[in-house]
Structures are given as structure tokens and as C-alpha cells.
């Protein structure tokens, strides 16, 4: 029985999982009780051919992953990138931002401001170095995430209001009873364009690195086939 004595409700917790042992044993014997002998081979064959997949599948996940070549070169991303672009359209907007939220009787709140709407290098030491009086930012104005995502971040953009603060190239600065917040939207690409190479990546890696598990998962089934003939352990009978 597993410990729950760390928790306030202990004795509920052990009763309840004593009861859905207890439960499942006693739906199981009167399983074994109540099936026909037909439903019993059924679902013992059943079971059978899911543990032998389950075996076969675990090898050669461990096979695969040791043999298939994880590096995925720039030239490949390019290729299949350019090889796909009519397939690459954006299904909603992505934005590239930077965001501070900083206490309203904060002493560096006009350097601040003139920091994250020019965002030179100077700047971004600065803004650096002030991150820690920040309630929340974010300053990793090269990356494009989707405005939904943007939304999240940004709690005081939504939606409804997003004609209104969702502006390129303007500073939008948005005071609440605490806190003053700095927007600064850098770019905003629209649904249907092409999505950006590097928005794309991640995803593209993933696409070509699953392909080459694939490639080898077949000559794996092809291969062992012939080895198996070649040490005799398997026999072909015209």
C-alpha cells in the first residue's frame, strides 16, 4: 500500500485505494466466473498479441533512437522549407514583442520607457540590468509566437481591445493602480502569409528527424528478414 501519511486526508486515501483493489480483484474473479470459455480465448489472444507488441515496439523504439542520426543540418531545414513552402501558410497571426511590467514609483521609469522603444545595444543593457525591479517581461523581441500566446503574456491585450494596442512600431504604455506596462510590438505577421523559417524550426527538425526514424524502421523489417534467412533461424518453403 502506498504511504499517504504525508497527506491531511490520509485514512480517506488509503481506505479509497484499499477499495479499488479490492474492487477490481472482485470484478475480475466474477469476470473469470461469468465469461464464456470463447470470450476468455478472445481476450486472452488479444492480450497475448499486445504484449508481444508492446515488446516489439519497445526493441525497436531502443534500436532506432541508437541508430538514427539526430543532427539535423541547416541545409536540410532550408530544403524542406523551400520544398514545402505552399504548404507552410499561417492559420493565425504571430507577433515579435517586447513587454515590461514595472511598479509605477519605479525611479528608472522614463529610461525605461525610451529603452524598450529604441531597443539599441546600449538600451538593452540597461533594460538588462533593471530586469530584476520587473512584476514581468519579455525582451526576446527576435522570436514570433502566435497572439493567442501574446495574449497570455500580455494580460491587458485581449481579444476585444486588440485594434486598440495591438499597433507595429508604437509604444503602448498602459498604467493599472500598481503597475506601469510597456508594449512594444517589433513586427506582426497575419494569417494566410507564409510562416517564417524560424517560427517553423523546431517543427521542421521534428518532421525530418521522425522521416529518418521511419526510413529505418523499414529497412529494419527488411533486413531482419534477411539476416534470419541467412543464419537459418527463419526458412522460406516454396
Do not use: C, H
Not at 474473479?29 to 519497445?58: A, G, P, T
Not at 533512437?65 to 541547416?74: F, Y
Not at 514583442?97 to 538600451?123: A, E, H, Q, T
Request: charged share 30%; glycine share 0%; net charge neutral.
Amino acid at each position: 500500500i502506498p504511504d499517504f501519511s504525508s497527506y491531511e486526508d490520509s485514512l480517506i486515501r488509503q481506505k479509497d485505494f484499499i477499495d479499488s483493489w479490492a474492487r477490481e480483484n472482485i470484478f475480475f474473479d466474477l469476470s473469470l466466473v461469468n465469461l464464456n470459455q470463447k470470450s476468455i480465448l478472445n481476450l486472452d489472444e488479444l492480450i497475448e498479441k499486445y504484449k508481444r507488441e508492446l515488446y516489439i515496439n519497445s526493441y525497436k523504439d531502443i534500436l532506432v533512437n541508437s541508430m538514427v542520426d539526430s543532427i539535423i543540418k541547416d541545409g536540410e531545414i532550408d530544403d524542406y522549407y523551400n520544398e514545402n513552402l505552399n504548404r507552410l501558410t499561417l492559420n493565425e497571426d504571430l507577433v515579435k514583442f517586447r513587454f515590461v511590467k514595472v511598479p509605477s514609483d519605479n525611479i528608472n521609469l522614463n529610461k525605461i520607457r525610451n529603452g524598450i522603444r529604441r531597443y539599441n545595444s546600449f538600451d538593452k543593457e540597461l533594460i538588462d540590468s533593471l530586469s530584476f525591479q520587473f512584476a514581468s517581461y519579455n525582451l526576446n523581441d527576435s522570436l514570433w509566437i502566435t497572439k493567442r500566446e501574446f495574449f497570455n503574456q500580455v494580460s491587458f491585450v485581449n481579444y476585444e481591445n486588440q485594434k486598440k494596442y495591438v499597433k507595429k512600431r508604437q509604444l503602448i504604455s498602459k498604467k493599472d493602480s500598481m503597475y506601469v506596462n510597456l508594449l512594444f510590438i517589433d513586427d506582426i505577421l497575419e494569417a494566410n502569409n507564409i510562416a517564417p523559417k524560424s517560427y517553423l524550426s523546431e517543427r521542421i527538425k521534428s518532421i525530418i528527424y521522425n522521416r529518418r526514424k521511419i526510413l529505418l524502421i523499414k529497412e529494419l523489417n527488411k533486413d531482419i528478414i534477411n539476416d534470419a534467412i541467412k543464419s537459418k533461424k527463419y526458412e522460406l518453403y516454396e
